[in-house]
């Protein structure tokens, strides 16, 4: 027998409550008789807006809070973007359901005052902003002649820093931008070849506690098996390539005439070393080959990065926005 009543915990940002309200709106439609509600809840990341991601070296960023609401039974799922997600959750809960994924890619967003229109098109020694490293290491691999600043924000606040900013453009998310309806800002949509994707990009997390049998099954019909196969291998490779320290990573899982294929690079964080791989194999087997594929990044070069980086005493974080 179905619960009737469903409390969601989410984030306060205009594209967190939006995943959350499109939870709310499916549950709801698929569980007429159950109350869904919402319940805003500001995370560490969302508090901390003054320092870059790359400095405030805690994993959960935009997550402990909202598990700890899960914990101690406040809410009874949390919705998040699956690339905020650490790769290792706290005892007690789970990723009850993954959505399917939205599209992967990135995009660039030039000045609304530029006249170029693509990332080719920057002169040399134009600014970019990106908050994200790996984003910023492929970006200066590609066009070391750039300069790179830091962007934190929401959607919202990133978009008036352009305008208000001499930069050249920024780097954000298809996905984000295409679920608030602003894809009439995009310039150019980057393929994966330019720009590998963040670990569970353009996919929702929806997680509960283990012990919640009957939301689990609920939400289920929620779950969308062809990406959490491919996420789970992203997953999967992050998580041993981790060692208690992120660093640039792009990598992108996907089903391809009934195999699992699955990209990944480690890069430096100037971006003058990057060390790149792929994998094919048996989908039912994704969290092994992203494994075994962070193991042959490792063999060919990613370990001597991690340990550059380690060795440079810079803390780091994964996550993005």
């Not at 080719?120 to 290491?137: D, F, N, Y």
Request: proline content about 4%; glycine content about 10%.
């Amino acid at each position: 027998m179905p619960v009737d009543r469903i409390v969601i915990g989410t984030r306060g940002s205009e594209l967190a409550l939006w995943q959350s309200r499109f939870i709310q709106s499916r549950l709801t439609e698929l569980f007429p008789s159950c109350s869904v509600e919402l319940i805003v809840i500001k995370t560490l990341g969302d508090k901390i807006l003054d320092f870059p991601l790359s400095k405030i070296g805690d994993k959960g960023l935009f997550t402990k809070e909202l598990e700890k609401a899960l914990l101690d039974g406040a809410i009874d799922l949390a919705v998040h973007s699956l690339k905020d997600i650490p790769t290792l959750l706290p005892a007690g809960l789970t990723l009850g359901a993954i959505t399917e994924r939205e599209d992967v890619r990135d995009v660039f967003l030039a000045h609304p005052a530029k006249s170029y229109r693509s990332l080719a098109e920057v002169p040399q020694g134009g600014t970019i902003a990106t908050g994200s490293l790996r984003r910023k290491c492929q970006l200066l691999h590609l066009r070391p002649d750039l300069r790179i600043v830091d962007l934190r924000g929401n959607l919202n606040t990133r978009m008036k820093k352009l305008e208000n900013s001499p930069w050249d453009g920024m780097l954000l998310a298809y996905a984000g931008l295409k679920r608030l309806g602003w894809e009439k800002h995009m310039t150019e949509i980057l393929s994966c070849d330019t720009l590998l994707p963040a670990v569970g990009q353009g996919a929702l997390g929806i997680e509960i506690r283990k012990d919640n049998s009957r939301l689990k099954t609920m939400i289920r019909k929620l779950h969308h098996a062809p990406t959490a196969r491919s996420v789970l291998a992203e997953r999967a490779l992050l998580r041993h390539l981790e060692g208690g320290c992120q660093v640039p990573i792009g990598t992108f899982g996907r089903l391809e005439d009934g195999r699992l294929r699955l990209d990944a690079l480690v890069g430096s964080l100037d971006g003058k070393r990057i060390v790149r791989g792929h994998i094919t194999g048996d989908p039912d087997r994704s969290e092994y080959l992203g494994v075994e594929l962070a193991k042959q990044l490792l063999e060919r070069g990613a370990r001597e990065i991690l340990d550059a980086i380690r060795g440079q005493g810079t803390t780091i974080t994964g996550v993005e926005v």
